[in-house]
C-alpha cells in the first residue's frame, strides 16, 4: 500500500513514517504541504493519505476539500492528523468526506486500529 | 520520561524544532510592531502549535504544555478577540524564553522544567476573550475568568443555560458521570435542585466534572431546551463514537431521519466537544450508509445536509468558538510564503563536521592545483598545459560550489536583534526602530557563528551608548524614536557588515581626555590623534570596562574582545562618528576562513605568505630616500609617512647582521587605520592557500597564524601582521 504523509514539519513526518514502518507500511513519500501535495497524489498513485490539519500554504482541510472534489481521488481514503478532537472541526471534516481522524500524540497501535477502521468501513 | 522516544528523532525535532522557535522570536517582535497583521499571527500560531505536536510524540510534556497555553493565546489574538499589548508581548517572550531553557534542557538529555504555574495562569487569562462588552458582561462575567482552554466566547453558555430542565441536567450528569468523575455528582444535583439552574451551578459542576480549564464547552449542552439531542455539542472535543456516528449520519442515504437521531443520543454521550471514537464511527455510517459505496454523491450530501443541520444549529449558536476555526483554517493559505516545496524531498540535513572535512580536501586540491599550475608553466608541453588549466576551472568551481554548501544567510544573526533591540530599548525606556538590510547574505557557517556575540555586542552598544532617550532626542531636534540600522552586502569576496545609529555620536575629545586618564597615551600624543584614531580607542584593551561590567546579559564581551576577535577572521573593523548624527561601524570579513588570499613574499630563500587583506600596495624602493623621525625608519609615500620594518631581521635566522641594501621592495600593509611599510627581499604574487595550524609545540608562535604549502612545493608560514607588529614593533 503506498500512503503519502503530508505534514509542514518534517519531525512529524518522520515520526508517522516510522509508526507507519511499525505497521508494516513501508512505502510512503511526504509532502510538506497541501499544494506539495495535491499534484503528487494526482500523479502517483497513492492508495492512503495520511495528512496534517494545520499547515501552510494549503491546511489539511483544504487537501481533503481538493481530494474529493477530484474525480480520480475522491475515493481515497483519508486519515487526518489533529492536535485536538475538536468537534466542529471533526464534523467539519467528516462532512468534507474524511475517512478518520487521530489525535496528536498517538502510538502505533492507535494508528493501526485508526487505519483498520477505516479500510473495515470501505470494504463493508 | 522523555528519551525513550528515539534518539534520531529527538534530535531531528531539536534542529527543526529549534528553526521554529528561532523565527518565532523574529516574528513576535515584527508583531509588536504589526499587532494586526492577521499572517503574522496565523504563523506564530502554527509554530507554537508545531512545537507543541511534535513535543507531544516525544512526551516533553512541559512542553507541550507551555505551547499549548501559548498557542491558545495567539488561537484568541487572531481570531481578534483581543488584542495585542506591549504587556502581552512581555508574557508572550517570558514564554517564549521559557520554551528555548526547557529546549536547551532537553538538549542536554534533562527532563524539561514545566514553566511557571505563574506563567501559565497568566498565558491562560491571555488567552481569554478581552471582557469589553457584548452580551458577556450582560449575563455573567465571573465564572469565565478561570476558563482555560478552547474558549474563545465563554459567555456563551453562560447566556445559553439559563434554564437547563431538570431532566436534561440529569442526562447531561449521567453521560458526564460515565465518562469523568462520578464522585462529584451528587453535589451539584442537590444545589441545582429548583427547575432552574444557576450559571454558577452549572458552572462549578462541570468544573468538578472535568477539572477546571476544560469545563468551558460543557455550557452549550445546556442550550437547546427541550430535545434531548441538545447536548450534542457539549464542549469543544469530539469524542471517536462520536466521529463514527457523524460519519454514518452524514453519509447516511435514505434513513437520515433515524441516523440524525443517532449521533445526536450517541453524542449526548459525551457532553465535551471532543469526538469519540463510537460517534465518528456512526458519524461515518450516517455519512456513507452502513455498508453503501461512498459513491452516490447526490443523495448522500442532500441527506446528509440535513443531518448536520440539525446537529449544528445548536452547535453554531452555542459555539461561536466553531465559526472562527473554519476561516481561520482558510486564512492559513494565503499567509503561507509558499513554503520551499517539498522540503523532504529535495534536502539533506548533513552534519557540518562532514562538510568541513570536504572543505579541507577541497584545501589540498588547492594546494595540488598550485603545484600542478606552477609545474605545468615551467614545461613546454602543451597539452600538459591545457589540462592543467582545465584542472583550474574545475577546481575553482568545485571550490566555489563547496564554499556554497557551507553558506547561510546572515539572517541567522540577525534574527536575534529585533529581541536583543526590543528587550534593551524596554529596559532602558527608549524607543528604537531596527531596520534591517541584506539578511539573505551568505556567508561561510563558521563565520555566522564568530560573528554573532561580536554583533550582538556591537548592537547593544549602539542601543545603549548610541541613541539618546527620547527626551533628549526631542531636544536635540530629532524624532522621538531611534534608528538602528544593521546592513549586510558582499563586496568581491568580503562581506561588508554595518551598524549604524542616529544617536548621539562620540566626541573624540572625550575620548582623548579618557585615554589619557587611563594612562593609555601622553596628553601631546592623544592630541595628535585623528578623529578616526580617536573612535577606535574605544577597542583598545581596558577602554571599555564599564561596558564588561554592565554587560547585562554578562556575555561580557568587552569592545577589545570584539576587534580581536575579528582579527582572528581575518576582518577588519572601523568605527565612523560624527557629533549629534550618529555613529557608523563598518566591519569587513572574508567569506571564508579555509581558504585565504595572500601575497607570497620571499625573505631570504623563505617563503611567507601576508594575508591579502592586509595588503595596501607594493613598490621598489630606493631605500636611501627614508626619512628617520623620532629615531624611527619612516618613508614617505604621496605625502603620507608610513614606519618602514624590516621583517626579515625579525624572522629569519641571522639576517640581523646582514648589510642594508639600497633597493628593496616594501609591502605596505594596514591593520585598521594603521599603515606601515614592511621591506621585503622578494615578491612572488598573489596566491590563493589553504590555512593548516601550526602544530602543537608552534602553536602561538607570536606573528604566524599558520601555515600553507606553496606552488612550488614547499612550506610557507601565514603572516598575521598585527600580532606581528604586537611582539616587533
Redesign the interface.
Not at chain 2, 464542549?235 to 469524542?239: H, N, P, V, Y
Given at each position: 500500500m503506498k500512503i503519502l504523509i503530508v505534514d509542514d514539519f518534517s519531525t512529524m513526518r518522520r515520526i508517522i513514517k516510522n509508526l507507519l514502518r511499525d505497521l508494516g507500511f513501508t512505502n510512503t513519500d511526504e509532502a510538506d504541504d497541501g499544494n506539495t501535495a495535491l499534484p503528487m497524489l494526482k500523479s502517483g498513485k497513492y492508495d492512503f493519505l495520511v495528512t496534517d490539519w494545520n499547515m501552510p500554504g494549503m491546511s489539511g482541510f483544504e487537501l481533503l476539500e481538493a481530494v474529493r472534489a477530484d474525480d480520480a481521488l475522491k475515493s481515497l481514503p483519508v486519515l487526518m492528523v489533529t492536535a485536538e478532537a475538536k468537534r466542529d472541526q471533526i464534523v467539519a471534516a467528516a462532512q468534507a468526506g474524511v475517512n478518520g481522524y487521530v489525535v496528536k500524540p498517538f502510538t502505533a497501535a492507535v494508528l493501526k486500529e485508526k487505519i483498520e477502521k477505516i479500510f473495515e468501513r470501505i470494504q463493508s | 520520561m522523555a528519551f525513550d522516544a528515539?534518539e534520531e528523532?529527538l534530535q531531528?525535532?531539536l534542529v527543526?524544532?529549534g528553526e521554529?522557535l528561532e523565527k518565532l522570536s523574529e516574528q513576535l517582535v515584527d508583531l509588536e510592531r504589526n499587532p494586526d497583521d492577521g499572517e503574522l499571527l496565523n504563523?506564530i500560531f502554527?509554530g507554537f502549535?508545531?512545537v507543541?505536536?511534535?513535543a507531544?510524540?516525544l512526551?516533553l510534556d512541559a512542553l507541550v504544555g507551555c505551547c499549548h497555553s501559548a498557542e491558545n493565546v495567539f488561537d484568541t489574538l487572531r481570531n481578534r478577540k483581543r488584542r495585542v499589548t506591549s504587556e502581552l508581548m512581555d508574557v508572550v517572550l517570558e514564554a517564549l524564553d521559557n520554551v528555548n531553557l526547557m529546549f536547551d534542557q532537553v538538549r542536554n538529555q534533562e527532563d524539561p522544567t514545566p514553566a511557571a504555574p505563574e506563567l501559565i495562569q497568566a498565558l491562560d487569562a491571555l488567552a481569554e476573550p478581552e471582557v469589553e462588552g457584548e452580551s458577556a458582561a450582560e449575563v455573567e462575567a465571573e465564572p469565565e475568568s478561570v476558563v482555560a482552554e478552547?474558549a474563545p466566547e465563554p459567555e456563551q453558555p453562560a447566556a445559553e443555560n439559563g434554564d437547563i430542565t431538570d431532566d436534561e441536567f440529569e442526562q447531561l450528569l449521567d453521560a458526564l458521570q460515565g465518562k469523568d468523575a462520578p464522585a462529584a455528582t451528587p453535589e451539584p444535583a442537590t444545589g441545582g435542585g429548583a427547575d432552574e439552574i444557576s450559571d454558577d451551578e452549572f458552572e462549578s459542576l462541570l468544573d468538578d466534572l472535568h477539572g477546571k480549564g476544560k469545563h468551558s464547552g460543557g455550557a452549550p449542552a445546556s442550550k437547546p431546551a427541550t430535545e434531548s439531542s441538545a447536548p450534542a455539542?457539549g464542549?469543544?472535543?469530539?469524542?471517536d463514537d462520536?466521529?463514527e456516528s457523524?460519519?454514518d449520519e452524514?453519509h447516511g442515504k435514505g434513513q437520515f431521519k433515524a441516523a440524525a437521531a443517532e449521533p445526536e443520543a450517541s453524542a449526548a454521550g459525551s457532553n465535551d466537544?471532543?469526538?469519540s471514537?463510537d460517534e465518528?464511527?456512526s458519524?461515518?455510517?450516517d455519512?456513507?450508509g452502513?455498508?453503501k459505496k461512498?459513491?452516490a454523491?447526490k443523495p448522500a450530501p442532500k441527506a446528509?445536509k440535513p443531518a448536520?443541520e440539525k446537529?449544528?444549529e445548536p452547535?453554531k449558536k452555542v459555539?461561536p468558538?466553531?465559526q472562527p476555526?473554519?476561516p481561520a483554517?482558510?486564512g492559513?493559505?494565503p499567509?503561507?510564503?509558499?513554503?520551499p516545496?517539498?522540503?523532504?524531498?529535495t534536502t539533506v540535513r548533513v552534519d557540518t563536521k562532514r562538510l568541513d572535512d570536504i572543505m579541507n580536501m577541497v584545501g589540498e586540491l588547492v594546494l595540488v592545483r598550485n603545484r600542478l599550475q606552477r609545474l605545468g608553466g615551467a614545461s613546454e608541453d602543451e597539452h600538459m598545459q591545457k589540462a592543467v588549466s582545465n584542472l583550474d576551472v574545475v577546481t575553482t568551481d568545485l571550490q566555489s560550489a563547496v564554499m556554497q554548501t557551507r553558506m547561510q544567510p546572515i539572517k541567522k544573526v540577525f534574527g536575534r536583534f529585533p529581541r536583543v533591540v526590543r528587550d534593551l530599548a524596554r529596559n532602558l525606556k527608549k524607543e528604537i526602530n531596527l531596520v534591517m538590510h541584506g539578511e539573505d547574505t551568505d556567508l561561510d557557517k563558521n563565520l555566522v557563528e564568530a560573528l554573532s556575540d561580536p554583533l550582538v555586542h556591537l548592537v547593544r552598544n549602539s542601543v545603549d551608548h548610541g541613541i539618546e532617550l527620547p527626551d533628549v532626542r526631542e531636544k536635540a531636534g530629532k524624532p522621538r524614536t531611534g534608528l538602528v540600522t544593521l546592513s549586510a552586502e558582499q563586496e568581491g569576496d568580503h562581506i561588508l557588515l554595518v551598524i549604524e545609529d542616529d544617536g548621539a555620536g562620540m566626541d573624540p575629545n572625550v575620548l582623548r581626555r579618557k585615554a589619557v586618564e587611563k594612562g593609555l597615551f601622553e596628553q601631546d600624543v592623544a592630541d595628535r590623534l585623528t578623529e578616526t584614531e580617536c573612535f577606535n580607542l574605544i577597542f583598545a584593551p581596558g577602554f571599555s570596562t564599564k561596558e564588561q561590567i554592565s554587560d547585562v546579559s554578562g556575555r561580557g564581551v568587552g569592545m577589545d574582545v570584539v576587534k580581536t576577535k575579528i582579527g582572528q577572521l581575518n576582518g577588519m573593523i572601523n568605527i565612523e562618528s560624527s557629533m549629534g548624527k550618529g555613529s557608523r561601524i563598518v566591519i569587513k570579513v572574508p567569506l571564508t576562513l579555509a581558504i585565504m588570499p595572500t601575497l607570497m613574499i620571499m625573505l631570504g630563500d623563505q617563503s611567507f605568505a601576508l594575508p591579502l587583506v592586509n595588503v595596501v600596495e607594493i613598490f621598489h624602493l630606493d631605500l636611501t630616500k627614508k626619512n628617520i623621525v623620532d629615531g624611527r625608519e619612516c618613508i614617505v609615500v604621496r605625502d603620507k609617512v608610513f614606519p618602514l620594518f624590516y621583517i626579515k631581521k625579525w624572522l629569519v635566522h641571522g639576517a640581523s647582521s646582514e648589510p642594508e641594501t639600497t633597493e628593496s621592495h616594501v609591502v605596505i600593509v594596514a591593520m585598521g587605520t594603521k599603515r606601515v611599510g614592511f621591506v621585503v627581499d622578494q615578491l612572488v604574487g598573489q596566491e590563493e592557500v589553504v590555512i593548516k595550524p601550526l602544530g602543537r609545540m608552534l602553536n602561538g608562535t607570536p606573528g604566524m597564524s599558520g601555515a600553507t604549502i606553496t606552488g612550488d612545493g614547499r612550506i610557507a608560514l601565514i603572516l598575521d601582521v598585527p600580532s606581528l607588529l604586537q611582539h616587533y614593533g
Open positions: - | 528515539d528523532i531531528d525535532f527543526e524544532a521554529i504563523a502554527r502549535h508545531t507543541k505536536g511534535g507531544g510524540f512526551q478552547e455539542a464542549g469543544d472535543e469530539i469524542s462520536e466521529f457523524l460519519l452524514l466537544d471532543l469526538i471514537d465518528f464511527e458519524l461515518l455510517d455519512l456513507h452502513k455498508g461512498p459513491e454523491p446528509a448536520p446537529k449544528a452547535a459555539e468558538a466553531k476555526a473554519a483554517a482558510r492559513d493559505e499567509d503561507a510564503k509558499t513554503a516545496a517539498a522540503a523532504g524531498e
